[in-house]
Structure formats: structure tokens, C-alpha cells
């Protein structure tokens, strides 16, 4: 028998690779001969980079780069197995969770530190990136990356401007000279799982801005700010990005990389599939464990294990999703290649137990699952 391993990360508690490793004890002790491929899988946001590292063999780079308040952090860049492609979460450099909740202001933040992510992979000659938009704390609509790859944004006097979404009310030039001409040579795969424009009251700034710690009051400021810079970015680049769907994500940088770079937005979890070849392993399997940290009708619309579930039924493959909890309407993704779905819980428990034991619970509940398999394969 052989068997492909894919789930997400159970957010708070194991990540994707934690998840896999639990599952596959819980396959071996009941089928001890059983071909194990195991795939971490992500969607692009929040273990993204070491998801698809861990399933390619490739390696994760650290380095020092300026945070979203300005001030240095650490961040990680993964490399995949082909060493020729990059893969880079934007919340590594740019991200919500490096701000304390009382300095959250998305009027200051900045993505310098995601494009010196994207500048450091390229000197070590990259040209493929995948780049996980999500978890932002910033408002800039990538002004801060293209500022770290070269780009000058200058006011009506010839000065730069400073970081931050606030600053780019006062934006009138784009001087894109000394742009980084290797980002021309470059393909980017940009990981969106929404379709925001990058203005208005479906924008980056209504929408996400209050998460960040923008009031109404700055929620307009933002958006007006954004305006502007679409209008500059649009005359500097000849591009027509704002209205793109994605744009508005991670506070505008899907926006940036469409401006600046020669970016495709896609679905998260067809690029992290497509990445770790996927269909290749899963068109020589018997079934496929998918899982992630709660299913409910959400799961259905996209999400890692119907991405899963999508490509292994191409291939009449059943898919089983064995998940930290079962909310809503989870059934839904009963129309949409999953065979079953099952929770990891096996009697009442409270959260706290769950998170603290999740790896063991995962573990048993795929040698349930197992078991029940074995029975299936016993009825004549």
C-alpha cells in the first residue's frame, strides 16, 4: 500500500511537518510494510517556507533584515530542492505578530524588509520565487519592497519620502532607474487567496486595515493614500494593477508586485502543489491523509485539503481529511473530492488538552483510520 501524506499546519498547535510525521506513526502501526510519502502542504501564508523546504529537501536561510516598525528582525527564506527557487513568506519580514499589539500602526509600517528578502535571494542567484502574501502589518502597497529593490518614491520637491502607508499621500514621482533589473528576469508566484481591489470599501485599508490598528478616521486617510499611489505607480509602470483581484492583499503588496515586478497572483495551495510535485506522487498512491487545524464550510472554498483532494481525484485517488476539529457544515467538502472526514478527538476535551497533546492525538487517530481501512479491505 502506498500512501500520501499531505496535510496543513494545525494552526496553535503542530505545524505541517509535525502533522505529517504524526501520521505517518500512526500508518506504520498498523500497516508496518505501508510506502510512505510524506508532503507537508501550506496555502501560502503562516509555514509556508518550511512546508514546501521540508518536502523538496531544500534548506531555510536566516538573515537580519529592517522589521515593519523600521527596526531590525530575523527573518527566514526558504530555498526548495531545485536550489533554483525561492520561497518567502512576507510575514517573516513584514508581518503583524512582529508588532506589539500597542504599536500597531499601519500609517508607519513598511515592506522594506520582505523586498530585502527578495534582494538577498536574488544575489544568490534565484530567479524563481514563490512569495506568500498573508498575516501583513503593513498599509504601503509594497512601496517599501520596490524601495528595498531600488526604487526611489519622491514628493513634489524631489525628496524621498518616508515608510509607511501615510506617507504615500504625499507621493508625486516614481523613479524607477535604479530599480533591480534582475527582477525583469525573475518569475514570481504570488500565493492570494483573495480578491481585493487595492482601493475602496472592499480595499486593503477597509478591510484589513482595522486588524492592523487603524480607526475609521485612518481607515480613510489609508485608502486616500493608496489612491495616490496607484495613480503615480500606474504612470511609472505603464501597469494597471489596482483593480487587479489581489491587489489589496497583505496591505496592498500584491498591488507592489504587480507594479514592479513581472508577479502572478495565484490560488496558495495550486502553487505549493504544483511546487512539490504533487500529482507526480499522488498518481502512484492508494490513498492520500490530508488534514488541517479545523473543517467547516470554509474548507470548501479552496482551502489546502480540497487543493489536495482536487488533484488525487484526477487520478482516482480517495482522499480522507483527518482534522483538529469539525465546525460548520464541514460535510461540504464531501462535494469536493473528499471521500471522508474525520477529528482527531476522541472523547470530550477541553482546547488547551487538545493543543498540549495534539501530536498523539493526530497519531492515534490515523491508526483509528488505519484500522477501520483494514476492515474495509477484510469485507468480501
Request: charged residues 15%; glycine residues 12%; contains cysteine.
Amino acid at each position: 500500500m502506498r500512501i500520501v501524506v499531505a496535510p496543513d499546519s494545525y494552526k496553535g498547535s503542530l505545524s505541517a511537518v509535525a502533522v505529517a510525521d504524526a501520521m505517518e506513526q500512526g500508518i506504520l502501526a498498523v500497516f508496518p510494510e505501508a510506502e510512505i510519502d510524506k508532503v507537508p502542504i501550506a496555502d501560502g501564508g503562516e509555514g509556508t517556507v518550511e512546508a514546501l523546504s521540508t518536502a523538496t529537501h531544500g534548506r531555510i536561510v536566516s538573515q537580519q533584515v529592517i522589521g515593519p516598525l523600521g527596526q531590525p528582525v530575523e527573518a527566514c527564506w526558504g530555498v526548495l530542492g531545485d536550489g533554483e527557487t525561492a520561497v518567502i513568506e512576507m510575514a517573516a519580514a513584514s508581518g503583524l505578530t512582529l508588532v506589539p499589539n500597542e504599536q500597531r500602526n499601519p500609517c508607519i509600517t513598511t515592506t522594506y524588509g520582505t523586498g530585502q528578502l527578495i534582494q538577498s535571494a536574488m544575489e544568490q542567484g534565484i530567479r524563481k520565487f514563490i512569495i506568500g502574501l498573508g498575516g501583513s502589518a503593513t498599509n504601503d502597497g509594497g512601496a517599501g519592497m520596490a524601495q528595498a529593490l531600488g526604487a526611489k518614491f519622491l514628493d513634489s520637491a524631489g525628496h524621498e519620502i518616508a515608510y509607511g502607508g501615510a506617507a504615500l499621500a504625499s507621493l508625486a514621482a516614481i523613479d524607477l532607474t535604479g530599480l533591480d533589473a534582475r527582477l525583469s528576469q525573475s518569475t514570481i508566484m504570488v500565493a492570494c487567496d483573495v480578491d481585493n481591489p487595492l482601493c475602496g470599501p472592499r480595499g486593503a485599508s477597509a478591510v484589513y486595515g482595522p486588524q492592523k490598528g487603524a480607526t475609521p478616521e485612518l481607515i480613510t486617510k489609508l485608502d486616500a493614500a493608496l489612491q495616490q499611489f496607484a495613480l503615480v505607480a500606474k504612470a511609472a509602470t505603464g501597469r494597471d494593477a489596482a483593480e487587479q483581484p489581489g491587489a489589496g492583499a497583505a496591505g496592498g503588496l500584491g498591488a507592489g508586485l504587480l507594479f514592479f515586478t513581472n508577479a502572478i497572483l495565484k490560488p496558495g495551495v495550486e502553487i505549493v502543489l504544483e511546487a512539490i510535485g504533487f500529482s507526480r506522487l499522488v498518481k502512484q498512491a492508494n490513498l492520500v491523509i490530508t488534514g488541517e487545524g479545523n473543517t467547516d464550510f470554509q474548507t470548501a472554498f479552496g482551502k489546502a485539503p480540497v487543493g489536495v483532494a482536487k488533484i488525487a481525484s484526477q487520478y482516482n485517488v480517495p482522499t480522507v481529511c483527518l482534522s483538529g476539529g469539525l465546525g460548520k457544515d464541514h460535510e461540504q467538502v464531501l462535494k469536493h473530492g473528499i471521500q471522508g472526514v474525520m477529528s482527531i478527538i476522541p472523547h470530550p476535551m477541553s482546547l488547551d488538552e487538545c493543543i498540549n497533546s495534539a501530536y498523539p492525538l493526530v497519531e492515534a487517530a490515523t491508526a483509528r483510520l488505519c484500522r477501520l481501512i483494514a476492515v474495509g479491505k477484510a469485507i468480501r
